[in-house]
């Protein structure tokens, strides 16, 4: 069964102190591996697709990296505006193209 | 370009009620994707068409729910005899291939009273 879990599941941070949320997934042929963040209240915005092993993407103060069985997201010198919860997902088995979701990691960034 | 919208961003509603939600995906986006969020959990597959077709149905979806994306564009969700177990927020995504990215709009929370 198609699987994924996210660790922390809450993580506080001082401004400027870097740190890594995980995402270890179980999956059947791995066709997307796909970061979001999501605000109180908001849906999900887009951050990262990660397609194969080995792969990195970075976007400001963030990293993804991907291996065979997690992902990474690597967070340089956060800033109280990064505060959020970070989901990660990946497409399920089949055609679908449906997501399977972690139950994210709730960031807080102290100034 | 606009994206994904959702009406109406909030619902209350009485138990028994019944009530609908209505999405506008990404235009030239022929995927659409329906999830349901419940406080500190990740999203939900629900269902998701394909244009006009509907072409799967979570176990999550009982028979109270109902999806239609009649003409391909916009998609509306259906709940019959809202229970208190439904209040949650719904999702809806959009992409433009299976493989694709899932863009997602702002959701409809729903509280059953």
């Known amino acids: 069964e198609d699987q994924v879990t996210q660790s922390p599941e809450a993580l506080r941070l001082q401004e400027g102190e870097s740190s890594s949320l995980n995402c270890s997934y179980t999956?059947?042929?791995?066709?997307?591996l796909f970061w979001y963040r999501q605000d109180p209240g908001k849906g999900p915005e887009f951050l990262f697709t990660?397609?194969?092993a080995g792969e990195e993407k970075e976007k400001e103060r963030l990293k993804a990296t991907l291996t065979k069985k997690e992902s990474f997201l690597h967070i340089t010198a956060p800033k109280p505006e990064d505060s959020a919860t970070y989901l990660c997902?990946?497409?399920?088995?089949?055609?679908?193209?449906?997501?399977?979701f972690g139950q994210g990691t709730t960031l807080q960034v102290k100034p | 370009d606009t994206g994904v919208s959702q009406d109406p961003r909030h619902k209350i509603t009485k138990r028994g009620q019944n009530v609908t939600f209505r999405c506008d995906p990404i235009?030239?986006?022929?995927?659409l994707y329906w999830y349901r969020q419940t406080l500190g959990q990740g999203p939900e597959f629900l269902t998701y068409?394909?244009?006009?077709?509907?072409?799967?149905k979570s176990r999550l979806l009982s028979d109270r729910f109902s999806a239609e994306r009649p003409k391909g564009s916009f998609s509306t969700l259906e709940i019959q005899r809202t229970e208190q177990g439904d209040s949650a927020m719904y999702l809806c995504?959009?992409?433009?291939?299976?493989?694709?990215?899932?863009?997602f709009g702002p959701g409809t929370r729903l509280t059953v009273l």
């Open positions: 990660l397609y194969s």
């Open positions: 235009s030239e986006h022929n995927r």
């Open positions: 068409f394909q244009n006009e077709a509907q072409l799967e």
């Open positions: 997902a990946v497409h399920g088995s089949g055609n679908t193209g449906k997501l399977i």
């Open positions: 995504a959009s992409s433009l291939h299976n493989t694709d990215t899932q863009y």
């Open positions: 999956v059947s042929g791995l066709r997307g």
